[in-house]
């Protein structure tokens, strides 16, 4: 069991905590694959260049990274102060999330199974 009282163990779990900017999209409506595919296209670029890739990129994960990476860039503008031009992508990545299970009606009264896939994505900007 931990020493100390609750609120001094909240204190120093709070101390350690990530300061970076991020922004993170729950229940994504795309699978974790899909998903990655854009992420590892815009992984420790700049973002300018990162914002180029996602803008031109036919890919349906593409729109949702690119809304997640302009809601990060202003989080670090208004929430930190950092400058636009010195900022990059340092960690971006899709967690799997729950999966919808649907019926697909088949031949001779059997029935196949569907899932729709869901994730979590996150993108954490820094500074260089």
Do not use: W
């Not at 649907?102 to 994730?119: D, H, L, N, V």
């Amino acid at each position: 069991m931990a020493k100390g009282h609750r609120s001094q163990i909240k204190r120093e779990r709070n101390e350690v905590k990530d300061t970076r900017p991020s922004a993170k999209l729950s229940y994504a409506r795309v699978s974790v694959q899909k998903a990655c595919f854009v992420l590892d296209a815009i992984r420790g670029k700049d973002i300018e260049t990162a914002l180029a890739i996602v803008t031109y990129n036919p890919r349906y994960a593409s729109s949702l990274v690119k809304k997640l990476l302009e809601s990060a860039i202003a989080n670090a503008e208004n929430n930190n102060g950092m400058k636009r031009e010195n900022l990059y992508v340092a960690e971006c990545y899709a967690n799997k999330g729950p999966t919808m299970k649907r019926i697909q009606p088949r031949a001779q009264g059997r029935a196949y199974r569907i899932e729709k896939r869901m994730s979590h994505i996150t993108i954490v900007l820094d500074e260089k």
